[in-house]
């Protein structure tokens, strides 16, 4: 049966509606992120905005604005400027980096994401993704298969910004009626863009030293067992959330979601099957106070159930897939 003519017309009135921003559009998420939103809604439709004067050369085939998430009157005067619909809010310390700074940490953390939920609450825009992490854990936490709820005890500047943050994004949606959706991102693994300054970040320098013929002095134990996600599934999660029906999006602070786990020692093997004369050596640092008070696996039934979450990439799969993309000339 055919979609009567006025349906079709509302249809595409609502689609050329859309507008999304992306706040810290130039880090590791946001340049996969935009490239794939612009795919799929258009280029005019997706805003790329960060505190850097320019975009990258990935970002370079699109709308780009400098935005400081921390200068509420200029993001209100983007969201009016472009009738945005939609804000992903990237920009943040992670956890290594936020150790450093942690006063800036918790107020860029914390105002970058209270000015997007006032936007939200005072009906400028209508739906929000912000991401928290596996963060929001800590050493009473229990590290394998860690459930959606049980203690939440983060120790870090980082962790603690997280679980306030989740815990602000629920009140808002339970008290103001705010769209608001979020995933509890396991440490991410890409090559478009370098990271940030985050505990997981081994896991991708890992692959830039093994392409370069270089050793790889790794700042975890060889032991240390984390959750990590490709970041085509990362992607593939964020854009279903956002795009479910907003019954299915049941809780409301954030969703645990799973891809795999593994520890340096691991990682270091499956780089040896393609590269056997790859060299590791181990020099811990402060980040493995960090990655011991993390979960070791995380179980993601609620994210499965209710819109259903399921990853794609597993370890092998990963680790090829970087061998072949990861540019070394971006690092040395
Ligand atoms: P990133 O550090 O690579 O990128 C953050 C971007 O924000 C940078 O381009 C930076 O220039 C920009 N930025 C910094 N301050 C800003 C400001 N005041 N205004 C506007 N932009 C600003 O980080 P990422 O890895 O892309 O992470 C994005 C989000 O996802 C963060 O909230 C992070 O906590 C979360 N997360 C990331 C991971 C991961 O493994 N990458 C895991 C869990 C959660
Ligand atoms: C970090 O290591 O800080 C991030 C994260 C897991 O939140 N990759």
Redesign the pocket.
């Known amino acids: 049966m055919k979609p009567p003519i006025v349906a079709v017309f509302l249809y595409l009135k609502f689609w050329n509606m859309r507008k999304i921003l992306i ?9 996969e992120l935009v490239l794939e939103l612009r795919r799929r809604f258009g280029a005019e439709n997706v805003i790329a ?4 004067d320019e975009p990258s050369d990935l970002l370079k085939d699109g709308l780009y604005e400098k ?4 200068d509420k009157e200029s993001y209100n005067a983007l969201l009016d400027k472009y009738k945005i619909t939609e804000v992903y ?6 956890s290594a ?1 936020a150790e450093k700074h942690p006063e800036f940490a918790w107020k ?2 914390m105002d ?1 994401l209270f000015h997007v939920l006032d936007s939200a609450k005072e009906g400028k825009i209508n739906k929000i993704f ?6 929001v854990f800590g050493p009473n936490t229990p590290r394998e298969n860690t459930p959606q709820y049980c203690v939440m005890d983060p120790s870090t500047v ?1 962790g603690l910004s ?1 679980l306030a943050g989740e815990r602000w994004c629920e009140y808002y949606n339970k008290k103001h009626g705010v769209d608001v959706r979020s995933i ?5 693994i890409s090559y478009g ?6 505990t ?2 081994y896991a991708v320098d890992i692959f830039y030293h093994a392409k370069a013929g270089k050793k790889y002095n790794c700042f975890l134990k060889k032991d240390t067992e984390l959750p990590m996600m490709y970041m085509d599934d990362a992607i593939k999660a964020t854009i279903d959330l956002m795009e479910a029906p907003s019954e299915k999006v049941v809780i409301r602070s954030s969703y645990n979601i799973s891809g795999m786990s593994f520890t340096p020692e691991k990682i270091y093997a499956e780089i040896r099957k393609s590269l056997p004369d790859f060299e590791i050596e181990y020099n811990p640092d402060f980040r493995q106070e960090i990655a011991d008070s993390w979960p070791k696996s995380i179980n993601d039934n609620e994210a499965q159930i209710h819109w259903g979450w399921a990853p794609e990439y597993d370890l092998k799969a990963l680790t090829l897939t970087m061998l072949e993309h990861v540019d070394p000339s971006k690092l040395f």
């Open positions: 706040v810290g559009a130039s880090g590791q998420i946001g340049t905005s960060d505190v850097k935005l400081d998430i921390l809010l990237l920009a943040a310390l992670l980096t860029l953390n970058g912000w991401p928290s992490s596996i963060a980082y997280k509890r991102y396991p440490g991410l863009s370098l990271p940030g300054g985050g997981t970040d």
